[in-house]
């Protein structure tokens, strides 16, 4: 039986010669993967439709187990901005990736799927795609197993600030409770208040955060920790992401020492 249903491309790989594996996120039955035959030849009908990062319409056969087929397909959103620049690809790559590991295959979940839908259509926007990433780092946790709340004290739930993290008690700390970890991260005040903000801010609100490039450097250094002591994910994406940003900040310092001997 053929069902209609929208998704968001998350990957493609190669199978045998000419066909290709394609895995989708869908709105009514979550991630699936679709058997395509053919799609690596030359001028599929489905080519457009089947790129990475992309939202469509479907129709196809879906079944419960195994590998789904699908027959026909309309375009909703390309995200041109975001299949044109490699930085705004590798950062929306990376949060379909880490989305993809955050649940199980055939399992619904409609509260995700427009979270990451209205993520990319940030990512192709003017918002800081590292903004929206972080963002989505801290939402994705509790899909992860970890109720961390960055808005209140994990001792004595405070709201009042400054906090710190600490990865002992897993949790922030406020000023009065620093002592109860002496390694505490000494994380700036500002990146711990900008990331309480984007734990209860929705995406809709993000566009109205604003971040300097010093603090979005110490929430990566939050997050990077945070999902390396607690989550333990390797994703390939996350490390092609940073080293492209080894080599950007390398390009502009480079840039920057030009301007000044100039």
Same mark, same amino acid.
């Given at each position: $039986? *053929? ?9 493609? &790989?190669?199978? &045998?010669? #000419? +066909? ?12 699936? $993967?679709?058997f395509v035959r053919g799609l690596q030849k030359p001028n599929h009908r489905l ?19 195994? /590998? ?10 390309? #995200? &041109? ?10 950062? =929306?790559?990376?949060?379909?990736? /880490?989305? +993809?590991?955050?649940?199980? %295959? ?13 993520? !990319?259509?940030?990512?192709?926007? %003017?918002? =800081? ?11 994705? @946790? ?11 004290? &994990? ?8 906090? +710190? ?19 505490? $991260? ?13 734990? /209860?801010?929705? @995406? #809709? ?13 110490? /929430?990566?250094? !939050? ?10 994910? *390797? ?5 092609? !992401? *940073? *080293?492209?940003?080894? !080599? ?15």
């Amino acid at each position: $039986m *053929n069902e209609r249903f929208e998704g968001i491309v998350l990957f493609q &790989r190669k199978h &045998r010669e #000419h +066909d290709a594996l394609v895995k989708i996120f869908t709105e009514d039955y979550g991630t699936k $993967m679709f058997f395509v035959r053919g799609l690596q030849k030359p001028n599929h009908r489905l080519t457009s439709q089947l790129i990475p990062l992309t939202v469509n319409h479907y129709v196809g056969n879906i079944n419960e187990e195994g /590998l789904s087929f699908l027959k026909e397909a309309n375009t909703i959103e390309i #995200h &041109r901005k975001i299949q044109t620049d490699y930085m705004k690809q590798a950062y =929306s790559s990376y949060v379909t990736q /880490l989305v +993809d590991a955050a649940i199980n %295959d055939n399992t619904p979940d409609q509260a995700l799927y427009e979270m990451l839908k209205k993520a !990319l259509e940030l990512m192709n926007s %003017d918002v =800081s795609y590292e903004a929206i990433t972080i963002s989505m780092e801290i939402k994705l @946790l509790r899909y992860f197993g970890f109720d961390i709340h960055f808005d209140r004290c &994990r001792i004595c739930g405070t709201t009042v600030q400054p906090f +710190d993290f600490s990865m002992k008690l897993q949790g922030v700390l406020c000023q009065k409770h620093f002592h109860e970890d002496p390694f505490r $991260m000494h994380i700036a005040p500002k990146a711990m208040f900008i990331a309480s903000r984007l734990d /209860l801010a929705s @995406l #809709h609100q993000i566009n109205s955060i604003q971040v300097s490039q010093a603090t979005i450097q110490e /929430l990566r250094r !939050l997050m990077d920790e945070i999902y390396k002591e607690f989550v333990g994910i *390797n994703l390939k994406s996350k490390s092609y !992401l *940073n *080293n492209l940003d080894t !080599l950007s900040a390398s390009m502009q310092d480079v840039i920057r020492k030009r301007h000044k001997s100039d």
